[in-house]
Structure formats: structure tokens, C-alpha cells
């Protein structure tokens, strides 16, 4: 019997691992794609291929069998056989989820489906005291936090290059004269998002002012590099050649969010599955358990999989239908997101990677106005993050009582 739990545990991690690469590609994909940074083409091979590099190379290899930040360890079910099949049917129901949320082509945050199945998962097994209901409170004000911090990152620094650049006389010659500027913080930002606090970081044995000191060199040496091959490779002038040196900074910093997405939201998918592998291996319930080479590989695997085929559905969304891109909007997305992402998450605020990208978009299109924006999409995605939890958490009560009525 547990052989047959392992076997489906594997099998809804990978079809987990496929919803994540497909609903969150979008995430650094879809300005590059909709500023036509990139095609939509380029953005699914480039995304699948970051995706599974950073998963399996830069992915945690220890993680979590029950977040305790969510649940108390104490209040749940220490019986292995109880605890695999309620494993299974977290995983189970977060992807259904994640898949009903990309066939409506809306983002959503993987992170929050798993949490709405483990709170799901804690109530029928440990009951409401088993649900650290302060948490939950914080990811509800990350429904807030989240896109307002991001967008108004991203209205802040495409109001200032369109001040400083685009509305004055030789855009051309001042946006080369501020792209150490621009490519130095966007350098800072990406190096210091690797190795500050990170499994990266701490594998490196690089401390916290370590990292900083290295990002900062780096970003001041590679920025002026690009000053330098940027005034010598672009021909193009006015505004053309301005979008053109945004448009080769956003490729960066899309690629630089395929990459840290890889590698952070694979235990979205893997987390679950390895509890279960680890459950089996060894007959007791660790709140962390170690994740195999292998399993982080198949994780990567799929979620360049779910790029690849799904991946275009929600970065249409993302990239088109809620504003106007171009390369100095995208741009400003990108950094917003990124920036927020990093600061928020090592101030310990509630953060999603969705949702900063959802603001970010929303924050560069009101740099337009009102009218740039269609609100009918913003409305629709934010229902979609407000149900995220209860659609997550209710299917996985009743999914874990038909697996215990199966296999008991």
C-alpha cells in the first residue's frame, strides 16, 4: 500500500511541478513579451530552460515536510501512512487549482495554493487549532502589500526615465549617460537576491555584508562595462535607440526572474513529494526532510515542461491584455518586481512573486492614467487571489477523507 501512495505522491508532484512552470512563467516572461523584448517562443524556451537550471542547481536541498509557519507541527498526525496521504492530497489539490486558474489564463500564486491545502490539510486532520491563523492573516495582507509596493516601485522608475530620458532633447545620449545607473542597481539587485540569505549564499559561506560588498563591486564594474557596449553596439538613436537599451536590460532581469523562480518555487512542487519519498524511506514524520539530487532534477524537469506547452496562456494576460508595454515600461515592471520581491522578503514581509508582477504592470500602465489600464482583467485576477486559499484548502478535506476511506 505505501508503494502505491509513493508512486501517486510522484506523480502529483510532477503534475504540480507542470501547473507551476505554466501559471508562473509569466512572472518574468510576459513584459519582455509584451514590451516585444522577445517572442512569445523565445520567452517559453528561455523561461523552460532558466526554470529547470534553477531549480536543480540553485534549488534548496532541504526543505520542509510541513510549514510550521502555517501549521503546528504538534497538533498534526505523526502517523507516516496518515501524513503521505495527506501530503498526496495537498499536492493534488493545489495543482487542480493552479490548473483551473491557468486555463482561465489568470496568475496566481503557487505558493498560496500549497499553503490553502496545508491549511485544508490541518483542519480535518489537527482541527482550527492546528492553523497558525496570525500567518494567514499576513498572506492576506500580502494580497495588498504585494502589487501596491511593487507598483508604486515601478510607477516611481518609469516616472523618473521618462522625466529624465524620454521627455527631454538627445534621449538617446542621456538614456547611455544614465544606463550605468540603470544597469548598476538592476545588477545589485539580481546578485544580491542569489547570495543574501540564500541557500546559494550560505553554501557559498558569503555573510551578509559579504554579499553586499559583492554586488556592489560587481555592479559598479559590470555597468560600466555596459555603458561602454551599449554606446558601441546600438545604431539606432531618438527613441528607438532608447528602447533599445531598455530592451536589452529587461531580457537580463526576465531572465534573471526565470532563473530565481526556478530555484525558489520548486519546493512548491518538491517540498510535498519529498515528504512523502522521505516517509516512506524511513517510517516517521520530520518536520524537514532532505531533498534527493534526482528529485530536485525532476522538479526542474517538469516545471520547464509546463513552460513550454502552457507557459503562453497566462503571459498573454500579463504581457497584453492589462496594459501597453514597451521596452522602458518593461523595464520598469522588471526592476519594480525584482526590487520589491528582494526587500520585502528579507524584511520578513509577506510577498508574492505574482503578485508583485501583477502590480507592477498595473503601477507602469497608471503612469498612462486610468484609461491605460483595463480594470475588468485587474478585477477578475484579484477574485481569482482572494479564492485561492478556501479553493485550495476545502477539495483537500475532501480529497484527504476519500484517500483515508481508500487506503485504510
Not at 532558466?50 to 497538533?75: P, Q
Not at 558569503?206 to 558601441?232: N, P, R, T
Request: overall charge positive; aromatic content about 12%.
Amino acid at each position: 500500500m505505501p508503494e502505491i501512495i509513493l508512486i501517486l505522491g510522484m506523480v502529483a508532484g510532477a503534475y504540480m511541478a507542470w501547473n507551476i512552470g505554466a501559471n508562473d512563467v509569466a512572472n518574468g516572461m510576459a513584459s519582455a513579451v509584451g514590451a516585444k523584448a522577445i517572442t512569445l517562443r523565445q520567452a517559453v524556451i528561455i523561461g523552460g530552460l532558466l526554470d529547470f537550471i534553477g531549480a536543480t542547481f540553485i534549488g534548496s536541498h532541504v526543505t520542509t515536510t510541513i510549514r510550521e509557519n502555517i501549521l503546528l507541527a504538534e497538533k498534526i498526525t505523526q502517523d507516516p501512512h496518515v501524513m503521505m496521504l495527506g501530503l498526496l492530497a495537498v499536492l493534488l489539490c493545489a495543482a487542480f487549482w493552479v490548473f483551473f486558474a491557468t486555463w482561465s489564463h489568470l496568475p496566481v500564486s503557487t505558493t498560496h495554493s500549497i499553503i490553502g491545502a496545508l491549511v485544508g490539510f490541518g483542519i480535518v486532520s489537527g482541527g482550527l487549532r492546528a492553523i497558525q491563523w496570525v500567518k494567514i492573516s499576513a498572506i492576506v495582507a500580502s494580497w495588498i502589500i504585494s502589487p501596491i509596493f511593487a507598483g508604486f516601485l515601478a510607477f516611481l522608475t518609469f516616472h523618473f526615465i521618462r522625466k529624465s530620458i524620454l521627455e527631454k532633447r538627445n534621449a538617446f545620449v542621456r538614456a547611455l549617460r544614465w544606463s550605468p545607473l540603470f544597469a548598476g542597481a538592476t545588477i545589485f539587485i539580481v546578485v544580491l537576491s542569489f547570495l543574501m540569505k540564500t541557500p546559494l549564499g550560505k553554501s557559498l559561506r558569503v555573510s551578509g555584508w559579504g554579499a553586499l560588498g559583492i554586488a556592489f563591486g560587481l555592479a559598479l564594474a559590470l555597468s560600466l562595462i555596459a555603458q561602454e557596449w551599449l554606446g558601441k553596439t546600438i545604431r539606432k538613436i531618438d527613441e528607438e535607440g532608447v528602447e533599445e537599451i531598455f530592451r536589452r536590460f529587461q531580457v537580463f532581469t526576465s531572465c534573471y526572474v526565470a532563473l530565481a523562480h526556478g530555484a525558489n518555487d520548486v519546493a512548491n512542487a518538491v517540498g510535498p513529494m519529498a515528504g512523502i519519498y522521505a516517509i516512506y524511506v524511513s517510517q516517521t514524520v520530520a518536520t524537514t526532510t532532505p531533498v534527493p539530487d534526482w528529485l530536485l532534477a525532476c522538479g526542474g524537469f517538469f516545471i520547464a515542461l509546463g513552460v513550454f506547452t502552457w507557459g503562453y496562456r497566462v503571459i498573454e494576460t500579463l504581457g497584453t491584455r492589462i496594459t501597453t508595454l514597451t521596452n522602458t515600461r518593461g523595464f520598469a515592471v522588471d526592476f519594480g518586481t525584482a526590487t520589491s520581491v528582494l526587500v520585502a522578503s528579507k524584511l520578513g514581509l509577506p510577498v508574492s512573486t505574482t503578485h508583485a508582477a501583477v502590480g507592477a504592470v498595473i503601477g507602469v500602465g497608471l503612469g498612462g492614467g486610468l484609461a491605460a489600464v483595463d480594470f475588468k482583467i485587474v478585477f477578475r485576477i484579484i477574485i481569482y487571489w482572494i479564492i485561492t486559499l478556501p479553493l485550495a484548502a476545502i477539495p483537500t478535506m475532501v480529497i484527504f477523507k476519500v484517500l483515508m476511506w481508500i487506503f485504510r
